[in-house]
């Protein structure tokens, strides 16, 4: 009911095709009726043209009428009409704005040098973004490609293939939610696996590190700082018997290893190339001339250059809120890369830029990584969810606000997991950044302090270089663990729950846990947590053992101290309770074991009733004790 599977083949020959055993093609036997479909497909026989129809709206999302489609064995071009200013996002890897360069789409193991070019791989859809919904467009090919816009960026989007067949498919993505076109996705090429618990931690990798005494070295410097780190890598060459490719060094332990082989011919049109020489960045030799070796393109010269401190603690903050903590060094061309992921990624020549080399990106990461381990439960319960359903654990603005307008062409602000708005500063030495708040209610994460989004740009000014500015979207209630410097550490630490209401008084939020680290969980927990009125439920299947409390629950923006506060029912004392009247936020002191249901509610007017009965009004919730 939700997507179309379109294919071109030529009758008379063979050509090749993605194999089943690489890219398993979605069920398609379950049949549908045309009165409940969300697209209908439409076609002429003569020319042969076709077009995809939104039901609800009749729209058409994606005509041919206006382009012949070619289908020859080494040629494919399929041609489509979009609207003016089209909201297109997608068709990766790669770093440039779409609509305005053509897109080759071929896989080249390269880290993006110089910014526009390809990354490591390439994912041939798109989705486009309509204040009527949200569709689209996966085309199955694995030769090269080219995704052309119409000149200027234009109305228009071309694909022209070397080879294979046109195997697409058309999603319709859902009219009120964004993520249900990505859902839709993850039904044609699969959810994202179950991932470990661990892996959420901090990682330090590099290649060059000289001996195992180096490596300790690493690993002693990082407990010195006080800056958890929770795997020690080294990377793809340092295996190798003088980097030779199918040798080992026996000296070295082998802990990740990468035989890459592209190659990129010595080409004296490449554009990249002579910018670089043109900018004087490449390495030199001894006598003075670009330093030329063989690595995985081929014939390569190596952009030079080193980070700055203040940027670094940038990046780094930002590699926090990614789902992969990782930090890539000065092995791609930018500096802004160079603490991009919050995985230690370093060459050989530049200086060491582990964290603790600096003192102000220490504490940087320091804070950023405290956030990221009391939120880790939050996302891990995120990931499951995207291996469940293809739920994405970040989220574009748009995605949550997808009638507004003015989240649409935003790429520096986004949501971590589902409530986490993170908003980081991205220019050297820049201590402000530009927000955008929709009309919504938000927290800031450190104070927290509610923030009325009015639909503009807010200027944060005075952000230090140890701050990245996060909101809480209201309408959400965090699980947030106690500090901690391991992910093994944290799963022994206790829950503090805090309720975020939205503008309507609400808030809701997950929790899944398991064992972490098994492929097949003997027993999990999940709880779902809702406020309404002013009783906050916590409510679920409890069979993985947990182990640990739920300590308090914090709930912001409570305008006033309740007259009386219980948890399941039961009055709470007053050393329970703290109120903090000038942030208006309210703490409950609950220390529950976390293995059943619970709730906790407050209220302001207490009365009794003729039978000795003792009610509580709270707003605008009346129940009886």
Same mark, same amino acid.
């Given at each position: 009911?939700?997507?179309?599977?379109?294919?071109?083949?030529?009758?008379?020959?063979?050509?090749?095709?993605?194999?089943?055993?690489?890219?398993?093609?979605?069920?398609?036997?379950?049949?549908?009726?045309?009165?409940?479909?969300?697209?209908?497909?439409?076609?002429?026989?003569?020319?042969?043209?076709?077009?995809?129809?939104?039901?609800?709206?009749?729209?058409?999302? /994606?005509?041919?009428?206006?382009?012949?489609?070619?289908?020859?064995?080494?040629?494919?071009?399929?041609?489509?009409?979009?609207?003016?200013?089209?909201?297109?996002?997608?068709?990766?890897?790669?770093?440039?704005?779409?609509?305005?360069?053509?897109?080759?789409?071929?896989?080249?193991?390269?880290?993006?040098?110089?910014? &526009?070019? !390809?990354?490591?791989?390439?994912?041939?859809?798109?989705?486009?973004?309509?204040?009527? &919904?949200?569709?689209?467009?996966?085309?199955?090919?694995? !030769?090269?490609?080219?995704?052309?816009?119409?000149?200027?960026?234009? !109305?228009?989007?071309?694909? !022209?293939?070397?080879?294979?067949?046109?195997?697409?498919?058309?999603?319709?993505?859902?009219?009120?939610?964004?993520?249900?076109?990505?859902?839709?996705?993850?039904?044609?090429?699969?959810?994202?696996?179950?991932?470990?618990?661990?892996?959420?931690? /901090?990682?330090?990798?590099?290649?060059?590190?000289?001996?195992?005494?180096?490596?300790? &070295?690493?690993?002693?410097?990082?407990?010195?700082?006080?800056?958890?780190?929770?795997?020690?890598?080294?990377?793809?060459?340092?295996?190798?018997?003088?980097?030779?490719?199918?040798?080992?060094?026996?000296?070295?332990?082998?802990?990740?290893?990468?035989?890459?082989?592209?190659?990129?011919?010595?080409?004296?049109?490449?554009?990249?190339?002579h910018r670089g020489k043109g900018l004087n960045t490449y390495l030199k030799a001894d006598n003075g001339s670009d330093f030329i070796g063989l690595v995985w393109p081929g014939v390569t010269v190596w952009p030079a250059g080193n980070t700055t401190e203040t940027l670094c603690a940038r990046w780094a903050m930002l590699g926090a809120f990614y789902p992969f903590m990782r930090n890539v060094g000065p092995s791609v061309f930018s500096p802004p890369s160079l603490c991009l992921h919050s995985l230690q990624h370093n060459s050989d020549a530049p200086i060491s830029q582990e964290f603790y080399v600096w003192d102000t990106v220490a504490q940087a990461v320091r804070n950023a990584i405290n956030t990221r381990y009391r939120l880790l439960d939050y996302l891990y319960t995120a990931f499951h969810q995207a291996h469940l359903d293809g739920t994405p654990v970040l989220h574009p603005l748009w995605f949550k606000y997808p009638k507004d307008t003015n989240t649409f062409p935003i790429d520096l602000q986004f949501f971590f997991g589902d409530s986490v708005l993170v908003s980081p500063v991205t220019q050297e030495n820049s201590t402000s950044v530009d927000v955008y708040f929709p009309k919504d209610i938000f927290y800031d994460f450190a104070t927290p302090t509610p923030v009325e989004g009015t639909g503009s740009t807010v200027t944060l000014n005075n952000i230090n270089f140890t701050t990245i500015p996060l909101h809480i979207k209201g309408g959400a209630v965090l699980p947030l663990r106690v500090q901690s410097t391991k992910t093994t550490t944290a799963l022994r630490k206790d829950f503090e729950f805090v309720v975020a209401p939205g503008q309507d008084g609400t808030a809701s939020g997950q929790l899944y846990m398991d064992g972490g680290e098994s492929i097949t969980q003997r027993s999990t927990t999940l709880v779902k947590m809702d406020l309404k009125g002013a009783k906050l439920d916590v409510r679920g299947s409890f069979g993985f053992a947990t182990g640990v409390n739920v300590a308090r629950v914090r709930s912001l923006n409570v305008q006033s101290k309740p007259m009386t506060i219980g948890v399941n029912g039961k009055s709470v004392g007053a050393s329970d309770v703290a109120y903090d009247s000038s942030n208006k936020i309210l703490d409950v002191t609950v220390n529950l074991a976390f293995r059943s249901n619970f709730s906790v509610g407050y209220s302001y007017v207490s009365i009794q009733d003729s039978c000795g009965g003792l009610w509580d009004i709270g707003y605008p919730l009346l129940r009886h004790l």
């Open positions: 009911e939700e997507r179309i599977h379109f294919k071109i083949t030529d009758a008379k020959s063979t050509h090749y095709e993605v194999l089943d055993f690489i890219f398993p093609r979605p069920d398609s036997c379950h049949p549908v009726s045309p009165e409940s479909d969300a697209l209908q497909f439409n076609y002429t026989t003569s020319p042969f043209s076709f077009s995809i129809l939104r039901t609800s709206t009749r729209e058409v999302p /994606f005509p041919t009428a206006s382009h012949p489609i070619i289908s020859e064995p080494q040629y494919l071009r399929l041609k489509t009409i979009l609207p003016d200013n089209a909201n297109i996002y997608g068709l990766g890897e790669n770093t440039n704005s779409l609509l305005q360069i053509t897109l080759t789409l071929w896989s080249r193991n390269s880290p993006g040098i110089p910014r &526009g070019t !390809n990354l490591y791989g390439n994912h041939s859809i798109y989705f486009e973004h309509r204040t009527t &919904g949200t569709h689209g467009v996966f085309v199955l090919n694995s !030769n090269g490609m080219d995704i052309k816009p119409s000149n200027g960026g234009g !109305n228009s989007l071309e694909y !022209n293939a070397i080879g294979g067949v046109l195997d697409s498919y058309f999603l319709a993505g859902s009219e009120p939610d964004p993520t249900g076109v990505a859902r839709q996705y993850a039904g044609v090429a699969g959810t994202p696996a179950e991932v470990p618990y661990w892996s959420f931690g /901090f990682h330090q990798c590099r290649f060059g590190y000289k001996d195992f005494v180096d490596v300790a &070295g690493v690993i002693s410097k990082y407990a010195a700082a006080n800056i958890p780190l929770e795997t020690m890598w080294t990377d793809i060459l340092d295996y190798m018997d003088r980097r030779r490719i199918f040798t080992f060094d026996r000296k070295f332990i082998v802990l990740m290893t990468d035989p890459a082989d592209a190659f990129l011919p010595d080409d004296e049109n490449y554009a990249p190339y």
